[in-house]
């Protein structure tokens, strides 16, 4: 029980810092080039970055529920 929520409290931490460090990263390489618009693909990058490690999270944590409620209940097979 105590794993599932500290399961669930990295995820939104996950999508901060990745949202955060694709600004970094797009604001560091638009001071190096002297450019403007890598900032916005770069958010753009952190922020599928971090739906898509929600997703694979969701995803870890359904197969876990769905192996579990295979092998206790029986009474779908009847």
Known sequence: MLRQV???STVG???VVSTFAG????????????????????LAF???AG????FKVVK???????GR???????KDH
């Open 46 to 48: 952190g922020i599928v």
């Open 69 to 75: 409620t295979d092998s206790t209940d029986d009474s």
């Open 6 to 8: 500290f399961e669930a």
């Open 13 to 15: 931490i996950q999508l």
């Open 51 to 54: 739906f898509w490690e929600i």
């Open 23 to 42: 600004l970094a990263i797009g604001y560091g390489l638009d001071k190096l080039f002297g450019t403007s618009f890598l900032k916005f693909i770069f």
């Open 60 to 66: 870890k944590q359904e197969e876990k529920d769905s």
